[in-house]
C-alpha cells in the first residue's frame, strides 16, 4: 500500500471524461470517489474533467473544470473507515457582458435578456431575450449572436414564442464559442426600423476581415455572409463601395439556385 506523506500534493491523478449519465468513479488507493458535475441549473455536463488526488492526511481535493465554465476545487475530508465518497460539483457560467442591440448597434432599451440556463443543455449556453412585439417580426434569420473578439455569428439554436406583448427569444450558443467570445457578447435583431448604410458597411468590412484571417473560427466567414445577404442583401447592393468576394460568391450562387428553382 502506497504511504501516506502529509502535505504531498498528487499521490495519484485520475482524470476522466465525466459521463451525460451517471456520476464517474474515480479511484485513489483504497478510496473511491463519485463525482457529478453539473452547470448552475443543475444540468449535468457532458464534456466535464475532473482530477482527484490525496491533499494530506485528511483530506482529498476533486477538481473540476469544463469548456465555457469556471473550473472548481473542492476539498474532501476523510472519514474513519470510509472508503466511498459522493459529492457534486456545480460550475459557474464564464463571466461576459451582455447587450441587446438593433441591427444599426443601437441599445434596445425596451428589450432585455435573461441568463439562466434552465431549458438548455449543459454543453450550451442560453440566453433570454425579451423583444416588444412591435419592434420585431419574427423569425429565425433576424436575431442572431456575436462575439466580441472575431465580430462572428455564434448562434445555435433559436426558439420563440409570444408572451403577452413580448416575444420571448431563447438562443443557445455552444460552450466552446462563449470560451472564445471575447469580454462581450452582443444578441442583434434585425427590427423594423430601415438598416443605415455605415452599419451594412460595417458588416461587410468585418466579413472581409473574417474571410482574409486564415485563423477565425471555422464556420463563421460563412455564417456572416448568410446573415446579410438574409437581412441586408438590397441595402449591401446599394452600396458605392465593392463587395467583399466571398459575399459576390454567395450571392451569385444563390441567385443562380433561384434561378433552377423558379417555377
Excluded at 452547470?39 to 466535464?48: C, H, R
Excluded at 420571448?168 to 426600423?193: C, E, H, N, P, Q
Excluded at 461587410?204 to 484571417?213: G, H, Y
Aim: charged share 25%; aromatic share 12%; glycine share 4%.
Amino acid at each position: 500500500m502506497i504511504s501516506i506523506k502529509y502535505r504531498v500534493l498528487i499521490i495519484a491523478l485520475m482524470t476522466f471524461v465525466a459521463s451525460s449519465v451517471c456520476a464517474i468513479p474515480y479511484q485513489v488507493g483504497d478510496y473511491k470517489l463519485d463525482v457529478t458535475v453539473r452547470n448552475s441549473a443543475m444540468n449535468l455536463i457532458p464534456d466535464s474533467k475532473v482530477s482527484f488526488y490525496r491533499y494530506d492526511q485528511s483530506s482529498f481535493i476533486a477538481e473540476a473544470r469544463a469548456t465555457g465554465y469556471k473550473s472548481v476545487t473542492k476539498r474532501i475530508e476523510i472519514k474513519p473507515n470510509q472508503f466511498v465518497y459522493k459529492t457534486e460539483v456545480v460550475l459557474p457560467d464564464l463571466e461576459r457582458k451582455l447587450y441587446i442591440i438593433d441591427h444599426n448597434h443601437k441599445i434596445l432599451a425596451a428589450a432585455y435578456l435573461r441568463t439562466e440556463q434552465f431549458g438548455f443543455p449543459g454543453n450550451e449556453y442560453g440566453l433570454t431575450a425579451y423583444i416588444p412585439v412591435e419592434m420585431w417580426d419574427a423569425a429565425p434569420e433576424r436575431v442572431e449572436v456575436f462575439d466580441s473578439f472575431w465580430g462572428a455569428p455564434l448562434k445555435k439554436t433559436c426558439l420563440f414564442e409570444q408572451i403577452e406583448g413580448f416575444h420571448k427569444v431563447s438562443l443557445s450558443i455552444t460552450r466552446k464559442a462563449l470560451k472564445w467570445s471575447g469580454s462581450k457578447i452582443y444578441v442583434i435583431f434585425r427590427t423594423k426600423d430601415l438598416p443605415a448604410p455605415r452599419a451594412v458597411a460595417r458588416y461587410l468590412r468585418q466579413l472581409d476581415r473574417l474571410s482574409t484571417n486564415p485563423d477565425c473560427p471555422p464556420g463563421s466567414e460563412e455564417a456572416l455572409t448568410a446573415y446579410i445577404y438574409e437581412n441586408f442583401a438590397a441595402d449591401a447592393a446599394a452600396l458605392e463601395e465593392p463587395l467583399p468576394a466571398v459575399y459576390e460568391r454567395y450571392h451569385s450562387a444563390r441567385a443562380r439556385f433561384s434561378e433552377l428553382h423558379r417555377e
